[in-house]
C-alpha cells in the first residue's frame, strides 16, 4: 500500500523571519462563457449505414477540395443514411448548413 502525504508549500518573507510564514494558495481561474457561436459536425463522426466507405482520414484517397478530417462515400445505394445527435442550448428554431459534393450532375436527392 502506497501513502501519499500532500504537504502544503510555505513562502517565507524576510530573512530567517519565522513569524513571518504564510502558506501559499492556488487561484483558479474563472470559466470561461459558454460558447454560442457555430459548431461544425463532421460527418465521418456519425452513425451510418449502407454507405459506400467512410474515410475518417482523407489523405491521398483520389478525392480532393474537401473540407475537413475525412469525408463519406454513399456510394449508390439508395437507402444510405447517417445521422447524429445535436445538443442545442435551448429550444427554438436553428439553421443548419449542410455542404456536400457530388461527382455526378444526376443527384437528385439529398
Not at 504537504?7 to 470559466?31: I, L
Request: aromatic share 14%; charged share 20%; proline share 6%.
Amino acid at each position: 500500500m502506497v501513502r501519499w502525504t500532500l504537504k502544503w508549500p510555505t513562502v517565507r518573507f524576510g530573512h530567517r523571519s519565522p513569524d513571518r510564514v504564510r502558506r501559499s494558495s492556488n487561484h483558479y481561474p474563472a470559466a470561461p462563457p459558454v460558447y454560442t457561436g457555430a459548431h461544425q459536425y463532421e460527418a465521418e463522426c456519425f452513425d451510418y449505414k449502407n454507405i459506400g466507405s467512410c474515410k475518417n482520414i482523407g489523405y491521398n484517397t483520389g478525392v480532393w477540395n474537401y473540407t475537413g478530417q475525412g469525408y463519406m462515400d454513399f456510394g449508390t445505394s439508395s437507402s444510405a443514411s447517417i445521422r447524429d445527435t445535436v445538443f442545442v442550448p435551448r429550444a427554438g428554431k436553428y439553421r443548419i448548413l449542410i455542404r456536400y459534393s457530388s461527382p455526378s450532375v444526376l443527384t437528385t436527392n439529398v
